[in-house]
C-alpha cells in the first residue's frame, strides 16, 4: 500500500479499544501490516493458511479480517472510493440515479437444493443477482436470492 493510499483509508480505521481508554491491551500489530496482508490474500487468491511468511501470522490477520468485515470497513472504504471517483468525475458524492439488473445462474448439482429457487420465465434452477450501479457504472448495492 502506497503513502497516498494509507492517507486515505487511516481515517476510517477503527480507533483500538486501549487507546480509547476501554481497557485491553495494546494491539501487537500495526494496522497497516494487516490491511497489506488482507489485500494479499484478495489479490492473489490464495488460503489465509497459504500466505507468506513476509506478513503476519495468517489467523491474528483473519481475525482482523473478520472484526473489521464484522464493523462494516469493507463497505466503508467501498462508499468512500465510490464518492472520491464520483467527485473527481465532477459529480455529486451521493448518487440520485440508479440502474437496476438482475441474472439468474443456475445452480450446480452440489448446491443444495434448500437454498436454490425457480425462475420461472426463463426456467433455470438456482440462484438471482441483483445488482444496482449509478449511472456511471460504480457499484451501489449486490443482493443474491
Known amino acids: 500500500m502506497t503513502d497516498e493510499e494509507w492517507q486515505v483509508v487511516r481515517d476510517a480505521m477503527p480507533v483500538p479499544a ?3 481508554g476501554r481497557g485491553g491491551q ?8 494487516m490491511l497489506d496482508a488482507i489485500r ?4 492473489n ?3 489465509w493458511r497459504a500466505m507468506p ?9 483473519y481475525a482482523f479480517f473478520r472484526r ?4 462494516g470497513l469493507a463497505r466503508e472504504f467501498h ?3 465510490r464518492d472520491k471517483a464520483r467527485e473527481e468525475q465532477g459529480r455529486d458524492p451521493e448518487p440520485t440515479a440508479a440502474i437496476i439488473d438482475s441474472q439468474s ?9 434448500g437454498s436454490r429457487g425457480y425462475d420461472g420465465g426463463k426456467k433455470i434452477n438456482g440462484r438471482r443477482r441483483h445488482v444496482i450501479t449509478d449511472s456511471v457504472g460504480l457499484l451501489l448495492m449486490v443482493l443474491v436470492c
Open 105 to 113: 445462474v443456475k445452480g450446480a448439482a452440489s448446491v443444495p437444493a
Open 18 to 20: 486501549w487507546l480509547e
Open 53 to 61: 511468511a513476509d506478513f503476519p501470522v495468517w489467523d491474528r490477520v
Open 26 to 33: 495494546p494491539e501487537g500489530y500495526c494496522h497497516r501490516q
Open 79 to 81: 462508499d468512500r472510493l
Open 68 to 71: 473489521w468485515r464484522e464493523r
Open 40 to 43: 494479499y490474500v484478495t489479490d
Open 45 to 47: 487468491g490464495i488460503k
